[in-house]
């Protein structure tokens, strides 16, 4: 199979079980809760309200674990790359344990889940490795050996790991997983379609919570509930000032057949570039997963080269003989770098949200579900403070915040200031996209691989910023806070809720 310059799909998607579908919302409903978004997060956090007893009605603007949990790399892990020395630096060795314990007992929560239930979902041990490739990084490596020890985590430092090139220093975390992430999830949705205390809606997308009568709006109905979480991945309620502190970067996956095994184990580069390393059994074969080449949203250039260097990647060190799947998606960070799990505001004690993943959402989302759900039965959970929206840690967070919205506020006036949209519409080639004209009006225009023109509105209509092309996944994607569009202006990733306005082509 030929490079990859386009998305051919994610191998959990494509290689998933059958999906159930479920209704749209029309009209009214009731539940004790109301969960937003069928991710990783929300499902989890559904599962565990019901098994607490209360009433459930999850909402979903597409179809359930088909976001970036679809779209993920699946190592359920507590190595988050290198870190343990940077929380430790950052927040404090007590943070840091807390962190690793969080992380690891979801880990394990997983495991006998699958266990109990007989999930079958690939589900397997690994060892993990996060490595340097340069002398000058080797104290970095000894750094976070040192503290993910500390923080009483299965780690150690090595010198070797069983991948094909060397390296220059390794930590090891033993006992670690990976799994097929859709196989676990569907699993856990049948437990819950088969249960009449929750309710399931896809297609359903939420456009507006109401927190003084607690209700959630949709385009076809409501509901009403006692608590609302905000499972969506970035989210959509502008009050959490998310906006200012929370930002999404894309990363890119292929997925290879080749010679021979893959090296046993998961990996990940902790110097540039990052390259992340797995085996995915797909029909009794082992094939090899390589990802990597992180930007942030919608400032990606040329997002086919993207997938030209990660293939380049694995034919430097192994012997490909076709590249079967490749995907992108994006994950979330927050300004200080640790999830936010908790009340949406100060105030609301009746939404809460969880995001900020930074790419370890299995173990994060999972521990992220289980913290929801003791906040919201009101259970003690002695990681509440740390994971608080609502947190004030402006020693860790000061400089990221000023530089992120900096960024933000000179994309938003330089696209007012730039000369895009100086071509006119008729110019662009089959399947391209790109800000031009149509008479005197900008436009985000596109011409599809039979030659046919369509044209919507450059502004992106969460907070006003200018919309990119993206070449690869062929969407707009907005710099700012990384919502997505597909070519006809529906919108395919929050933080908007609404389409880009459709625009005459003459
Ligand atoms: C390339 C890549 C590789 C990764 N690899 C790993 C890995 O190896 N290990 C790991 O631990 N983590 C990894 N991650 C991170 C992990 O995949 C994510 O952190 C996690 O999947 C996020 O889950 P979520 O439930 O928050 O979001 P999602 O899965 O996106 O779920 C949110 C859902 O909300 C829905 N939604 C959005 N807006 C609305 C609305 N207004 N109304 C209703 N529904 C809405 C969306 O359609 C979506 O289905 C990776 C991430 C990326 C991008
Ligand atoms: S995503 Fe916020 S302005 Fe576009």
């Given at each position: 199979?030929?490079t990859?310059?386009?998305?051919?799909?994610?191998?959990?998607?494509?290689?998933?079980?059958?999906?159930?579908?479920?209704?749209?919302?029309?009209?009214?409903?009731?539940?004790?809760?109301?969960?937003?978004?069928?991710?990783?997060?929300?499902?989890?956090?559904?599962?565990?309200?019901?098994?607490?007893?209360?009433?459930?009605?999850?909402?979903?603007?597409?179809?359930?674990?088909?976001?970036?949990?679809?779209?993920?790399?699946?190592?359920?892990?507590?190595?988050?790359?290198?870190?343990?020395?940077?929380?430790?630096?950052?927040?404090?060795?007590?943070?840091?344990?807390?962190?690793?314990?969080?992380?690891?007992?979801?880990?394990?929560?997983?495991?006998?889940?699958?266990?109990?239930?007989?999930?079958?979902?690939?589900?397997?041990?690994?060892?993990?490795?996060?490595?340097?490739?340069?002398?000058?990084?080797?104290?970095?490596?000894?750094?976070?050996?040192?503290?993910?020890?500390?923080?009483?985590?299965?780690?150690?430092?090595?010198?070797?790991?069983?991948?094909p090139?060397?390296?220059?220093?390794?930590v090891?975390?033993?006992?670690?997983?990976?799994?097929?992430?859709r196989?676990?999830?569907?699993?856990?949705?049948?437990g819950?379609?088969?249960?009449?205390?929750?309710?399931?809606?896809?297609?359903?997308?939420?456009?507006?919570?109401?927190?003084?009568?607690?209700v959630?709006?949709?385009?076809?109905?409501?509901v009403?509930?006692?608590?609302?979480?905000?499972?969506?991945?970035?989210?959509?309620?502008?009050?959490?000032?998310?906006?200012?502190?929370?930002?999404?970067?894309?990363?890119?996956?292929?997925?290879?057949?080749?010679?021979?095994?893959p090296?046993?184990?998961?990996?990940?580069?902790?110097?540039?570039?990052?390259?992340?390393?797995?085996?995915v059994?797909?029909?009794?074969?082992?094939?090899?997963?390589?990802?990597?080449?992180?930007?942030?949203?919608?400032?990606?250039?040329?997002?086919?080269?993207?997938?030209?260097?990660?293939?380049?990647?694995?034919?430097?060190?192994?012997?490909?003989?076709?590249?079967?799947y490749?995907?992108?998606?994006?994950?979330?960070?927050?300004?200080?770098?640790?999830?936010?799990?908790?009340?949406?505001?100060?105030?609301?004690?009746?939404?809460?949200?969880?995001?900020?993943?930074?790419?370890?959402?299995?173990?994060?989302?999972t521990?992220?579900?289980?913290?929801?759900?003791?906040?919201?039965?009101?259970?003690?959970?002695a990681?509440?403070?740390?994971f608080?929206?609502?947190?004030?840690?402006?020693?860790?967070?000061?400089?990221?915040?000023?530089?992120?919205?900096?960024?933000?506020?000179?994309r938003?006036?330089?696209?007012?200031?730039?000369?895009?949209?100086?071509?006119?519409?008729?110019?662009?080639?089959?399947?391209?996209?790109?800000?031009?004209?149509?008479?005197?009006?900008?436009?985000?225009?596109?011409?599809?691989?039979?030659?046919?023109?369509?044209?919507?509105?450059?502004?992106?209509?969460?907070?006003?910023?200018?919309?990119?092309?993206?070449?690869?996944?062929?969407?707009?994607?907005?710099?700012?806070?990384?919502?997505?569009?597909?070519?006809?202006?529906?919108?395919?990733?929050?933080?908007?809720?609404?389409?880009?306005?459709?625009?005459?082509?003459?």
């Open positions: 199979m030929s990859p310059v386009a998305a051919s799909g994610s191998v959990w998607i494509q290689t998933g079980p059958i999906q159930r579908q479920f209704p749209r919302l029309e009209g009214d409903v009731r539940a004790d809760f109301a969960v937003i978004g069928g991710g990783i997060v929300g499902i989890t956090t559904a599962l565990l309200l019901r098994e607490a007893g209360a009433s459930v009605a999850l909402l979903e603007a597409g179809q359930l674990a088909r976001g970036v949990t679809g779209h993920t790399t699946a190592k359920v892990s507590s190595q988050h790359g290198m870190i343990y020395s940077q929380l430790r630096k950052r927040f404090g060795r007590d943070a840091a344990r807390t962190y690793g314990q969080v992380n690891e007992s979801a880990l394990e929560w997983i495991a006998e889940r699958v266990q109990r239930d007989a999930i079958d979902c690939d589900f397997r041990r690994q060892s993990s490795y996060a490595y340097v490739t340069s002398p000058s990084q080797r104290s970095q490596a000894e750094d976070e050996a040192q503290a993910a020890g500390e923080a009483g985590l299965p780690a150690w430092l090595v010198q070797t790991t069983p991948l090139y060397g390296i220059e220093s390794a090891r975390f033993d006992d670690q997983a990976e799994f097929h992430v196989k676990y999830l569907l699993a856990l949705v049948d819950l379609a088969e249960d009449d205390g929750c309710q399931i809606f896809e297609h359903t997308r939420a456009v507006q919570v109401d927190s003084a009568d607690s959630v709006r949709t385009p076809g109905g409501r009403r509930a006692g608590r609302i979480v905000v499972a969506t991945h970035y989210p959509f309620l502008d009050r959490s000032l998310a906006f200012a502190r929370v930002h999404p970067q894309r990363s890119y996956a292929i997925v290879c057949r080749i010679a021979g095994a090296p046993e184990g998961m990996f990940i580069s902790a110097d540039s570039p990052t390259r992340s390393v797995r085996a059994p797909v029909d009794g074969e082992e094939l090899l997963l390589v990802g990597g080449e992180g930007h942030k949203t919608g400032t990606g250039g040329d997002t086919q080269q993207r997938y030209r260097r990660l293939e380049e990647f694995a034919r430097e060190h192994w012997d490909v003989r076709s590249v079967d490749s995907w992108s998606a994006q994950d979330n960070s927050t300004v200080d770098g640790l999830p936010y799990v908790g009340k949406l505001t100060p105030r609301s004690d009746r939404v809460l949200m969880a995001t900020g993943f930074a790419k370890w959402g299995m173990t994060g989302g521990a992220a579900a289980h913290l929801l759900g003791d906040l919201l039965l009101e259970r003690e959970n990681s509440a403070a740390l608080d929206p609502n947190r004030l840690n402006l020693r860790a967070s000061a400089g990221e915040l000023v530089k992120e919205n900096v960024q933000v506020g000179l938003f006036v330089g696209d007012r200031v730039t000369k895009r949209g100086s071509r006119p519409i008729e110019d662009l080639r089959p399947g391209e996209g790109d800000i031009v004209r149509v008479g005197g009006e900008i436009v985000a225009g596109y011409r599809d691989d039979l030659g046919e023109l369509s044209a919507v509105s450059p502004t992106c209509t969460h907070l006003g910023c200018r919309v990119n092309w993206n070449t690869a996944e062929r969407s707009w994607d907005c710099p700012c806070h990384g919502s997505r569009f597909s070519p006809a202006g529906d919108v395919l990733q929050g933080p908007a809720v609404h389409r880009l306005e459709r625009k005459p082509l003459a």
